[in-house]
Nanobody, 121 residues
Framework: QVQLVESGGGLVQAGGSLRLSCAAS????????MGWYRQAPGKQRELVAA???????SYVDSVKDRFTISRDNAKNTVYLQMNSLKPEDSAVYYC???????????????WGQGTQVTVSS
């Protein structure tokens, strides 16, 4: 199977920075799109940023010019650099990856367990 393990969350003051990492491991043949979602209490989960296998990126308007998504294909890892953080960025952040497995060449979306980001004012 495939596992996604996130790291890098924590507590930071407004205006500060954090870098999230998400490493995929297991029976991986290839990884297509990767992305980061977030969910704040009482709100729906939203897509924050996404990156294709070729490196094309997209962002939700509220984080443009502050967050940067990147990936290291050799390490099967996606990153989210978050700068100029605001209290409204506080949420549980989840990484996701569209993975084709070695066995049967099946493609599915996999999710990490989530990492808490809290921005104090």
């Amino acid at each position: 199977q495939v596992q996604l393990v996130e790291s890098g969350g924590g507590l930071v003051q407004a205006g500060g920075s954090l870098r999230l990492s998400c490493a995929a491991s297991g029976s991986i043949f290839s990884i297509n799109g990767m992305g980061w979602y977030r969910q704040a209490p009482g709100k729906q989960r939203e897509l924050v940023a996404a990156i294709t296998s070729g490196g094309s990126t997209s962002y939700v308007d509220s984080v443009k010019d502050r967050f940067t998504i990147s990936r290291d294909n050799a390490k099967n890892t996606v990153y989210l650099q978050m700068n100029s953080l605001k209290p409204e960025d506080s949420a549980v952040y989840y990484c996701t990856a569209k993975v084709t497995t070695i066995v049967f060449r099946m493609t599915n979306d996999y999710w990490g367990q989530g990492t808490q980001v809290t921005v104090s004012s």
